[in-house]
């Protein structure tokens, strides 16, 4: 069992970063693939980023690329999403999640029901 929580939203001006971090309960955090998803009033739940089990392997939804970087500190249990020259588009709800078992495929790991544990969330939001 993993308890997972999230910390670092809040309003940001459009073109501005936010870091947030993701806090894992448990001893073998090193053994779950991280994610950030989001979601979007009236919009489904949507990947956003995917860490590997070491953090040698990440993965970006396209639009997110090269503005947002997920990390993770094993030693620390925590997962990190910086995100810099943010839009209006990336206002949302970001979600954490743990997934224990899962194949390391674009097709596998940008899907949510493949995440076993989820954070509460925390708000984003970005004025134009």
């Known amino acids: 069992q993993v308890e997972l929580v999230e910390s670092g939203g809040g309003l940001v001006q459009a073109g501005g970063s936010l870091r947030l971090s993701c806090a894992a309960s448990g001893r073998t955090f090193s053994s779950y693939v991280m994610a950030w998803f989001r979601q979007a009033p009236g919009k489904e739940r949507a990947f956003v980023a995917a860490i590997s089990w070491s953090g040698g392997s990440t993965y970006y939804r396209d639009s997110v690329k090269g503005r947002f970087t997920i990390s993770r500190d094993n030693a620390k249990n925590t997962a990190y999403l910086q995100m810099n020259s943010l839009k209006p588009d990336d206002a949302a709800v970001y979600y954490c999640?743990?997934?224990?078992?899962?194949?390391?495929?674009?097709?596998?790991?940008?899907?949510?029901?493949?995440?076993?544990?989820w954070g509460q969330g925390t708000q984003v939001t970005v004025s134009s």
């Open positions: 999640a743990a997934a224990s078992s899962l194949v390391w495929r674009q097709l596998v790991i940008v899907k949510a029901e493949e995440y076993d544990y």
